[in-house]
């Protein structure tokens, strides 16, 4: 079969030895893949990255000096079942998979091992209990988004988002704009992006941003009085000293009326703030930017050391949670939402191409002004997006 390898950063188009079901896996026909940001982050990086990913105990990740198929976005057709199968879905059948597949007894992700081919090629083999048929015909072009979509349902978990919060998304790239999507979705009142690149800025408004602002001009934390944050540490002291006055004025004992407060109130108000760049001193900037009691959730993957100064993180009482992939459920329920409506990510999608231009369409995703999601139908003969 036809497939784009990837060795020592050179991406080739070659044949490869036809992939074969084993016991528990699907044999696909690959109808679309997309090119993701981690795979124009590993092919020069791959190295560094693996020795990161050891220091968490996952030691399959690729080296440069390997030959590796990447495409752990995709959306195919059933062809054939390996041994062991139930064989629920017929073949035929459009369907999505995560992509993490046994490998005797580990487990590897689809695209990012030298073990197994990813996506980037003609056919696929995936785990078939990762595999979901795709309803109410849906596009294989949309069906091919809901991995990168799933990562973005994780971080709105995270980051226990409300409607009534104010959501700031730092970074409009794929991920950024698949929050952004997700944030409409749940008629999120107020979604502020932030980003340099005014292509990516109006990717942003037409995903659903309510505000979109330019970092080097305006701040996407000014808002923060109009939505009655509290601004620093000052204010949190006169908070808690006036209401304290307050509430002892009552015929009640305070703590009483104060732990009711609590339980009806929740967490003090503060915006939920995306990280989605992944870059030396974002985080750090963010912390600077925010008011009293932000929630931070970072999904954004810096590969180099970064610094934080926990104090001024402690003073504002800020949350910081880190987010990683999604659950099998996240999965199926984003691919759901894709299909049903819910969620409107075609404006993620600005090109496609075959194979023997995935090289090009790995050069064109360098320039944010021109694009955000290419992807690819290994049966087109496009090459540029």
């Known amino acids: 079969m036809k497939a784009v390898v990837c060795r020592n950063g050179q991406l080739t188009v070659q044949d490869r030895p036809e992939p074969r079901p084993g016991p528990g896996q699907v044999l696909l026909k690959v109808l679309r893949c997309g090119i993701c940001g981690s795979d ?4 020069h990086h791959c190295d560094a990255w693996g020795a990161l990913m050891a220091r968490s105990g996952y030691t399959s990740l690729m080296r440069a000096d390997q030959e590796v198929v990447f495409g ?41 091992s030298a073990r197994i081919d990813g996506a980037y090629a003609e056919r696929v083999v995936v785990q078939e209990t990762s595999m ?3 309803p109410n015909g849906l596009s ?89 944050f509290i601004k620093d540490v000052p ?39 995306f990280e989605c ?11 600077e930017g925010v008011p009293q009691f932000a929630r ?19 003073n504002k009482a800020t949350q910081i949670r880190f987010s990683a992939g999604y659950s099998p459920l996240e999965f199926r329920e984003t691919l759901h939402a894709i299909a049903y409506g819910t969620v409107d990510c075609s404006r993620l999608i600005t090109g496609e191409v075959g194979l023997g231009g995935v090289d090009a369409a790995f050069t064109a995703l360098g320039d944010p002004e021109t694009h955000a999601k290419i992807l690819i139908d290994p049966q087109s003969s496009v090459t540029l997006a």
Request: proline fraction near 7%; include cysteine.
């Open 132 to 134: 979901f048929p795709i």
């Open 40 to 43: 124009l982050h590993i092919r």
């Open 277 to 287: 760049v992944g870059a030396p001193g974002v985080l750090q900037n963010i912390i």
């Open 296 to 314: 931070i959730v970072v999904v954004g993957v810096c590969m180099q050391s970064d610094r934080i100064e926990n104090a001024v993180a402690i």
């Open 140 to 228: 294989p072009d949309l069906a091919a988004l809901t991995e990168p979509m799933a990562v973005g349902m994780h971080a709105l978990r995270c980051g226990n988002v409300k409607r009534s919060d104010v959501a700031v998304v730092i970074g409009c790239g794929p991920v950024g704009l698949a929050i952004i999507c997700l944030l409409k979705a749940r008629d999120v009142e107020t979604i502020v992006a932030s980003d340099f690149s005014p292509g990516r800025r109006k990717l942003a408004s037409a995903c659903g941003a309510h505000i979109v602002v330019d970092p080097a001009v305006h701040s996407p934390y000014a808002h923060w009085q109009e939505f009655g």
């Open 72 to 112: 752990h976005e995709f959306s195919g057709e059933v062809l054939e079942y390996g041994p062991g199968c139930k064989r629920s879905v017929k073949p035929g059948t459009h369907v999505v998979a995560s992509p993490a597949l046994r490998v005797g007894t580990e487990i590897d992700m689809v695209g990012l």
């Open 235 to 273: 204010a949190t002291l006169e908070l808690m000293v006036s209401t304290r006055e307050k509430l002892g004025r009552l015929p009640l004992p305070w703590w009483h009326t104060w732990r009711l407060a609590e339980l009806l109130a929740g967490d003090p108000k503060g915006p939920v703030v």
